[in-house]
Nanobody
Framework: QVQLVESGGGLVQPGGSLRLSCAAS????????MSWYRQAPGKERELVAR????????NYADSVKGRFTISRDNAKNTVYLQMNSLKPEDTAVYYC?????????????WGQGTQVTISS
């Protein structure tokens, strides 16, 4: 079955860095776009970054442009989110996401999430 397993979250001081990883299995990873979302307490889940199946195009939320970088390794079935210059407002649970074509419909899949806390 489809599995997305995030790792790499933690507690970091403002200005620090973290690298999140999402290991995927159960589908042809190299054929699908991958995304990172985040959800802060009391807020809606929001798209952070997205990368095409081949990794040749990315897009980012305005709030993270220039600080976060999404990448993927199709040989390892893994997508990454490098987060630099972290701010307290980046505190959230970060989720890996994809949408798979099933019976002519795209079905979203989510990981369990990894907590990122930015605090001094």
């Amino acid at each position: 079955q489809v599995q997305l397993v995030e790792s790499g979250g933690g507690l970091v001081q403002p200005g620090g860095s973290l690298r999140l990883s999402c290991a995927a299995s159960g589908f042809t990873f190299s054929a699908y776009r991958m995304s990172w979302y985040r959800q802060a307490p009391g807020k809606e889940r929001e798209l952070v970054a997205r990368i095409t199946s081949a990794g040749d195009s990315t897009n980012y939320a305005d709030s993270v442009k220039g600080r976060f970088t999404i990448s993927r390794d199709n040989a390892k079935n893994t997508v990454y989110l490098q987060m630099n210059s972290l701010k307290p407002e980046d505190t959230a649970v970060y989720y890996c996401n994809t949408a798979l074509l099933v019976a002519n419909y795209y079905t979203p899949y989510w990981g369990q999430g990894t907590q990122v806390t930015i605090s001094s």
